[in-house]
């Protein structure tokens, strides 16, 4: 199962890297990052929701919300829209 999971999020990853990056959309960037929260949780999709996108100098978070979290998760994107990361927002 562990495995199938990494494959899903390498290939979300590598999607999110086609085209250099350049150019992505804040709703393929949402769409991309609920995918991948998704995936970490192991919450359907239909329950992960992308609340916000924010810029920051490095590039940008975007906050989602998950059934059942307490806390929102953070999806790191670099400032070519590639996603370096997810995590869980509160400590625990």
């Known amino acids: 199962m562990k495995q199938a999971v990494l494959f899903v999020v390498g290939a979300m990853l590598s999607a999110c890297t086609q085209g250099g990056g350049q150019g992505s959309s804040e709703t393929d960037l949402q769409g991309s990052c609920e995918a991948l929260v998704s995936a970490e949780t192991g919450v359907q999709a239909a329950d992960v929701d992308a609340v916000s996108t924010e810029s920051v100098p490095t590039g940008t978070i975007t906050t989602i919300e998950v059934a059942g979290a307490q806390a929102p998760w953070l999806c790191l994107a670099d400032a070519t829209g ?5 995590e869980y927002s509160q400590e625990g």
């Open 82 to 86: 590639v996603i370096i990361g997810v």
